[in-house]
């Protein structure tokens, strides 16, 4: 068929396209279902909760199962050869499109529905639903459902410790059992592989070969769908997909390179529990070393050795497995050989680091090689070889391996001048428990905070600055919000008294120049965003609170608690420096603001709100912070962000720079302001 393709031949595949429109949709859109859940809470209509929350959870996993079996079903159907023209390329290429489209869609209805926002990604993956499905069970006194929504959510936030507490009390219920505890969203590798090793340190070594090896085929089935899903669309931070590259095959290089990188990091998402950023050290390999041991001890030393020899080949020439072959050998009088499935596993690894290096250079960006089987988590027994079998055998996670520490920016300076004599010093990073960090009272007056209150009731709105989400960190709170150029707006419109629009803008100057002043920074503090905020506890919603208003998290890393280490990488600021808090009221229960040591735990310095007071700190992991629930009333604050690159000074700021100068100097206004808002996280 190769060079000799019908004249008809693209013309069928795109024929087979078109007929796919016609298809309807059995599902409806779980981010719509999400949506009308969330408005369900927000109206205590508990029941479509329950209703609403289920469907979307339910929709969600079908979406990927669709995903996942429509594209091995096309690729099995339309495979490629072992030599191949062009045209026998893009022949496989357009079918295998063709075939994708028309199986989805008889199940899904229209891919575009199910193109979710991002943020609706994140909530999902980050198992919010559950919070919400906790909370209604509890509210309809389905206790035993509460507590596995609880648990679920739980797997993947552990740094949420008011909902760890609320854990113990539901195991304290008459009608709670310890079955009822499950993870609804367990992935089915790692919880075989959790249950053996319990089963292995028990020393129920039969039970834990069936366990490990069940894992093991679990890991190889979950890694075929996690492949599955890379074929789905990339981001190209920067580029116009479509038109940035002029050459066909460069633009094919550039979107295969990219889902060949999130294929080869299946090998970190496999080995990544629910919530975490790091992966576990040495996942893969370590079931092959339990294996081997647990063979032994059930006399099968024909399995041991092969599970031996398959570990060495991810570490070659390890000392302690090395004597491990040795001994097996010799009690067996032959030698052996590794898993093939493993094997080839590692090949196509090594194929897949060749092409990303040619890739990544093609595309121009660096790429740089994971430590995908770190050798420094391992069973610890006091004696590795068989002879000695009594040793305690346990996975050692990784935040007892770290020791990190974390350099704040620049040099460690503080103590410099506050510039406005009614500022008053309160606790340094001594008294805070920590470094970079300040607590400042009689920053503005009294007067201030009642007119930037009152400017906030009439500027703010649900969700500001959170793309629109009426309550972005807890559903028992709404949040509003409102940015610097936003309120000069309305003072221009007259909504508002422009007095108190420019009151808005001057005291988060006055904020910048006191923490620049203070830290003692060599390079001019630029703002990165400004945002005029409050938080309102709902009404009926406070009871049981097993939540944070704003969860414990750093501002320009993504703090790991269980590594003991924060990411800088996005989706993080990394650019921020440094971080305010200018508090405009203490009026309300609840709302203390906290920092905390990495293990996102141990609070180390908790600050009440109060007029004019003002928290200052650097941005980084060595600051992890988070608000405590708002029980009651309102809680109002200046939230600011600084940079020291001037490449991130935040747009908005730059717009009211100019505003204000055209006030100053009586200029006349001629056009509307062009508002730009800002995401934060």
């Not at 979406?63 to 062009?86: A, E, I, M, N, W």
């Not at 090998?267 to 529990?273: F, G, K, P, Q």
């Not at 595309?363 to 089987?373: A, D, K, L, Q, R």
Request: glycine residues 6%; aromatic residues 10%.
């Amino acid at each position: 068929m190769d060079g000799n393709f019908p004249p008809a031949l693209i013309l069928s595949v795109v024929l087979l396209s078109a007929v796919l429109t016609s298809s309807a949709a059995f599902l409806e859109p779980y981010d719509l279902l999400y949506d009308n859940a969330v408005q369900a809470f927000y109206n205590g209509d508990y029941r479509n909760v329950v209703r609403f929350m289920e469907g979307a959870l339910s929709t969600h996993r079908e979406v990927r199962r669709t995903r996942v079996r429509c594209r091995l079903r096309c690729q099995d159907q339309h495979p490629f050869g072992k030599t191949f023209s062009d045209l026998r390329f893009f022949d496989v290429v357009l079918r295998r499109a063709a075939c994708m489209n028309r199986c989805i869609e008889e199940k899904l209805g229209a891919q575009s529905v199910h193109k979710v926002s991002e943020d609706v990604v994140q909530d999902f993956n980050r198992r919010i639903p559950y919070n919400y499905l906790q909370l209604a069970y509890q509210k309809l006194k389905q206790t035993d459902k509460a507590a596995a929504a609880a648990h679920t959510y739980f797997q993947a936030n552990p740094e949420h410790v008011e909902m760890g507490q609320d854990l113990e009390q539901y195991k304290d219920l008459q009608n709670v059992r310890e079955e009822h505890f499950v993870d609804r969203e367990a992935r089915p590798h790692q919880h075989s592989f959790t249950a053996a090793v319990r089963l292995y340190d028990k020393g129920d070594y039969d039970a834990a070969v069936s366990l490990f090896e069940d894992a093991l085929l679990e890991y190889y089935k979950a890694d075929v769908e996690c492949r599955a899903l890379c074929q789905g669309p990339q981001k190209f931070e920067g580029h116009d997909h479509l038109r940035y590259r002029y050459s066909l095959h460069e633009l094919i290089s550039d979107h295969f390179t990219q889902v060949l990188h999130c294929e080869h990091e299946c090998v970190r998402d496999l080995a990544t529990r629910p919530g975490r950023l790091s992966p576990m050290e040495n996942y893969l390999p370590l079931h092959y070393d339990y294996l081997q041991f647990a063979y032994f001890k059930v006399g099968r030393l024909e399995e041991a050795l092969q599970c031996a020899l398959t570990y060495l080949l991810f570490h070659e020439g390890e000392e302690f497995m090395t004597d491990n072959v040795d001994y097996y050998r010799e009690m067996l009088g032959h030698d052996g050989k590794p898993r093939e499935k493993a094997a080839w596993y590692l090949r196509r690894h090594k194929q897949e680091l060749e092409l990303l290096l040619i890739g990544s250079q093609t595309m121009g960006v660096e790429f740089t090689e994971g430590n995908y089987w770190s050798s420094t988590g391992g069973r610890e027994d006091s004696n590795r070889i068989p002879s000695g079998t009594d040793g305690w055998m346990e996975y050692v996670p990784i935040s007892e391996k770290k020791n990190v520490t974390i350099v704040p920016p620049q040099q460690l300076k503080e103590g410099g001048p506050l510039i406005y004599d009614s500022v008053k010093l309160v606790q340094d990073s001594v008294a805070l428990n920590g470094t970079q960090r300040v607590l400042l009272d009689q920053v503005i007056s009294e007067d201030e905070c009642a007119d930037l209150q009152q400017l906030a009731h009439a500027v703010t709105m649900a969700g500001d600055g959170y793309r629109g989400r009426m309550s972005p960190h807890t559903p028992n709170e709404k949040f509003e919000g409102a940015t610097v150029l936003k309120t000069l707006q309305y003072g221009y419109e007259g909504r508002v008294p422009m007095k108190s629009a420019r009151l808005f803008y001057d005291a988060s100057e006055r904020a910048r120049r006191i923490i620049e002043s203070y830290f003692m920074l060599n390079s001019t503090l630029h703002f990165s965003y400004t945002h005029l905020v409050c938080r309102t506890a709902i009404t009926g919603q406070q009871d049981h609170r097993n939540d944070l208003s704003h969860p414990i998290h750093a501002d320009n890393c993504l703090l790991d608690p269980e590594a003991n280490e924060c990411w800088k990488e996005p989706p993080a600021y990394t650019y921020r420096d440094y971080s305010a808090l200018l508090y405009l009221n203490g009026d309300f229960e609840g709302g203390e603001f906290i920092f905390t040591e990495m293990d996102a735990k141990t609070i180390t310095a908790s600050v009440k709100p109060k007029c004019g007071r003002l928290v200052g700190f650097s941005s980084g992991g060595e600051n992890p912070h988070g608000v405590k629930a708002v029980t009651s009333g309102q809680r109002c604050a200046v939230a600011l962000w600084f940079t020291l690159d001037p490449l991130f000074r935040e747009l908005e700021r730059l717009q009211a720079d100019e505003v204000i100068l055209a006030l100053d100097t009586q200029s006349v206004w001629n056009q509307g302001l062009n508002i730009n808002p800002k995401d934060e996280l």
